[in-house]
């Protein structure tokens, strides 16, 4: 994919600004690429997406003034991913998981827990959700984010990101047992 | 789904969002609501899946190398923290964003620019320390065993001496990179504080100290013996002079 941040290096910042960027946000970087890659479901997009992110980040640097330097950063690899998916209109990401099709009954700890223990099928099932879920998702159990950070990276009031959390992991318990719903009552 | 909590309250005690009268409450709840019960048991059971399939994807080594050419950045840069040392992170990051507005006004008035970046590099280079892992890599009170783990792998023999008795207790060495240079890297602890001592060769003839204070960090830089030493810490600003003069003994 084409892109006209790409291909050249960004404007130099003034030094103090440099060594600053270089101990705050760069050691973020695998959390930016982490990010990218489960809202965009491919390594090689995450890669393009990570690396503008960063860029812009640099750019927006000397107007970072303070507070939660990882949030920050995640804001604009979000909103970087989300430009993306708007573009990218291949269709994929339009057939969201249904809630009513699959139905909301919960599966069993025991179906759940041989389910959980295939990569590839918990790969799967994340992706398979909305990227508002899996974002949620992402940040809380990869990335060990809290609530109010969870709130700051994705825009989501804080007092619906506990919600937004409960439907997120249903669904993928849903979607991890398969569409019949395993072996739930 | 019959009871409202394992839809709401539940994620909540299970992320350990919910104050402690809240918790409290809720787990008196739990005893009672097996519809609860059995929710938290499967969210445990999902989140160690979760883990063990270890779904953290890294970062390819092509990307790290785009970015760092994007960014004019020439040096090694700290490897991404694992997820345990973040708060390490942000607690650095607090520390440097809060004395930040501060230290823009002094610059603006020192115009000394070679110091600020040196004084930066430094108080970067603490910070870097700071971080878990980071601080020794030779952990030792004792400058018998500091000293000779030096030698071989510097080009100078930075004085090593234990100020225990002096309130500054030797914690270890280990070797760092300041401003390009291959540097010793002492370190001292002063009551709940630690003290770095960066030393590189220098040509310059012996100055006095200069002291600063970057980032909120206060640094104290003297040369003697043909050696730059540069003092950091966030301790008081009479520490360093202390351990200074301990040092010219």
Not at chain 1, 123 to 135: D, I
Not at chain 2, 31 to 50: I, T, W, Y
């Amino acid at each position: 994919m084409s892109n006209p941040v790409l291909g050249k290096g960004a404007d130099v910042l003034e030094a103090q600004d440099q060594v600053r960027f270089e101990t705050l946000v760069l050691p973020h970087l695998d959390s930016a690429f982490n990010l990218a890659r489960w809202l965009l479901r491919s390594g090689a997009d995450a890669e393009d997406a990570a690396q503008e992110a960063m860029l812009r980040s640099y750019r927006f640097f000397p107007g970072f003034h303070g507070g939660d330097v990882r949030a920050w950063l995640l804001q604009i690899v979000r909103n970087t991913c989300y430009t993306w998916l708007e573009k990218d209109r291949h269709g994929k990401d339009m057939t969201e998981f249904n809630e009513e099709m699959h139905g909301p009954a919960s599966p069993t700890p025991e179906a759940l827990a041989i389910a959980g223990d295939n990569r590839e099928r918990l790969t799967h099932a994340l992706e398979s959700l909305p990227p508002r879920f899996r974002e949620v998702l992402v940040l809380r159990e990869l990335e060990g984010c809290s609530y109010k950070e969870i709130s700051v990276i994705t825009a989501i009031p804080i007092g619906t990101v506990m919600s937004t959390l409960s439907r997120a992991r249903r669904q993928l318990q849903v979607a991890l047992v398969g569409p019949a719903g395993g072996d739930c009552p | 789904m019959s009871c409202d909590r394992a839809d709401t309250i539940l994620h909540g005690y299970f992320d350990n969002e919910l104050d402690a009268l809240g918790a409290a409450e809720f787990e008196h709840h739990l005893e009672q609501c097996s519809e609860c019960a059995d929710g938290l048991a499967a969210l445990k059971s999902l989140r160690s899946s979760m883990n063990r399939a270890q779904l953290y994807e890294k970062t390819p080594a092509a990307l790290r190398k785009k970015v760092l050419a994007d960014l004019h950045v020439a040096r090694p840069v700290v490897i991404a923290p694992a997820r345990t040392q973040w708060r390490w992170l942000a607690v650095a990051a607090a520390l440097l964003l809060f004395a930040y507005a501060g230290w823009r006004v002094v610059s603006v008035f020192r115009g000394d620019n070679h110091e600020t970046v040196l004084a930066a590099e430094v108080v970067d280079a603490h910070l870097r320390s700071l971080q878990p892992g980071h601080l020794t890599d030779v952990l030792s009170t004792d400058q018998h065993t500091v000293k000779p783990w030096f030698d071989g792998k510097l080009d100078f023999s930075p004085p090593v001496r234990d100020f225990a008795a002096q309130g500054f207790p030797l914690q270890g060495g280990r070797l760092d990179v300041v401003n390009g240079r291959t540097t010793a890297a002492l370190v001292y602890g002063r009551r709940k504080h630690l003290v770095n001592v960066f030393i590189w060769l220098s040509s310059e003839p012996d100055a006095v100290p200069r002291e600063g204070s970057t980032q909120g960090y206060q640094w104290l830089e003297w040369r003697a013996g043909g050696m730059e030493f540069c003092a950091v810490s966030d301790t008081a600003p009479a520490d360093l002079e202390q351990l200074q003069r301990l040092f010219a003994e």
